[in-house]
């Protein structure tokens, strides 16, 4: 029992020994979120400053700190940086982050800010992560911010939808400039950037172990067979660690490619939904012009019936009067015996004669037995008869 002692005590110090060593770090984010565990999808519990310094320790691509009580959080090291000689460390603050600290209500600006949006990201119809998406918005482009609340910002875009009103739509914080999401009044405290829809992420049940510290007593209720190890067991942990990391990365990603894909998949059958609506479209569009063009023959063809049918129907409303007016005001003068002076034209075997209204009575007789048709116009009465019965 003894010997099992010694070698417990022993493998105990050199994990102590070769675990790692904590040091003094700058924080260089403008508010860096603290997580209960090594991965952007772990719950945030606290906050660090800017150029706040804090003591930690490397665990591959995060940072181990320690927080009031017993509580670890993590950091990632891509917001920090080694702290100069000579710098003191600051206590972090309380393991999460008070209700009151951000604004849950949801706060309307008096007067709209502009912004430029700093990724890519979606416009969505309402404050949450199921809402329809609108549109996406690149990186860059400006939106007027309205207001917000709740992690997500209400906003104007130079978008306009069908019916003519502006796109407005919510877009996370993390879209937009932290300083002026600050400065609106949105929000006191500040998720880190590198946070991806952590704040409607249920919190995962993790078991909180006892800090590794030099001579610190294993709790009595655990327990653990250790086996003598090399002088590499604390890279050993160190690598298993990062591994584990590694590992809850992937699965953050494969979450979110799952969800990408259903997008996809969504937005796939829509624009298939689209395409056979426009071709349904597009072949009655067809047939209505085929239809248009044939009855465009069809009316042309009745639009030139119609008009010579008015021709005939003319011609025989006066049995050809206005033709032989016409002729007999530009005939030649003659001298008809017994009546007068008159112009006189033929035509189609018929011959009009024009003479002065004075002179009509004589050619009334004149041309009693010759069935004369006779027309009174102006002042001259026209006559209308067979070029055979006539003899000068």
């Known amino acids: 029992m003894r010997i099992l002692c010694v070698v417990i005590a022993s493998c ?10 904590a040091e003094l770090y700058v924080v260089t984010g403008k ?9 952007v999808s772990e719950p945030v519990v606290s906050l660090v400053k800017k150029h706040q310094v804090i003591d930690g320790s490397i665990l591959g691509p995060w940072v181990r700190v320690q927080l009031s009580g017993e509580t670890q959080g993590y950091i990632s090291a891509k917001f920090l940086k080694p702290a100069a000689d000579g710098a003191v460390a600051s206590p972090i603050s309380d393991p999460s982050i008070p209700r009151h600290q951000i604004k849950a209500d949801r706060v309307v600006l008096k007067v709209p800010v502009v912004v430029s949006i700093v990724s890519r990201s979606r416009l969505r119809r309402e404050p949450s992560d199921k809402g329809l998406i609108y549109r996406y918005l690149e990186k860059g482009e400006e939106v007027s911010v ?8 209400k906003v104007e875009t130079r978008w306009k939808f069908e019916s003519g009103k502006p796109m407005v739509g919510y877009v996370r914080y993390e879209s937009l400039p932290l300083d002026i999401v600050e400065k609106a009044g949105l929000m006191v405290a500040v998720p880190s950037a590198d946070a991806k829809s952590e704040g409607n992420m249920p919190e995962k049940k993790v078991e909180k172990l006892p800090p590794l510290v030099p001579g610190g007593n294993m709790s009595p209720d655990r327990v653990v067979s250790i086996a003598p190890v090399e002088s590499k067991a604390g890279v050993k942990t160190t690598t298993e660690t990062s591994r584990g990391t ?14 990408l894909a259903e997008e ?3 937005h796939l059958g829509e624009i298939k939904a689209l395409q056979a609506a426009l071709a349904s479209a ?3 569009f067809r047939e209505s012009e085929i239809t248009r063009q044939k009855i465009s023959g069809e009316l042309k063809s009745l639009k030139e019936q119609y008009a010579e049918l008015q021709v005939r129907f003319a011609a025989m409303a006066d049995g050809g009067k206005n033709k032989f007016i016409a002729l007999a005001d530009r005939g030649e003068a003659v ?23 004075t002179a009509s009575s004589k050619a009334d007789k004149a041309f009693m037995g010759a069935k004369a048709e006779r027309y009174l116009q102006g002042v001259y009465a026209y006559y209308i008869i067979d070029s055979k019965l006539l003899t000068f």
């Open 264 to 266: 996809v998949t969504k």
């Open 335 to 357: 001298f008809f015996k017994g009546v007068g002076e008159a112009k006189m034209a033929a035509d189609e075997g018929r011959t009009v004669l024009r003479f002065p209204l």
């Open 282 to 284: 597009d072949s009655r």
């Open 31 to 39: 508010a860096v979120a603290v997580r209960k565990g090594p991965a």
């Open 146 to 153: 309205l207001g917000g609340g709740d992690g997500w910002a």
């Open 12 to 21: 105990v110090a050199a994990l102590a020994a070769n675990a790692a060593k």
């Open 246 to 259: 590694a590992i809850a990365q992937i699965k953050a990603l494969q979450v979110e490619k799952t969800k």
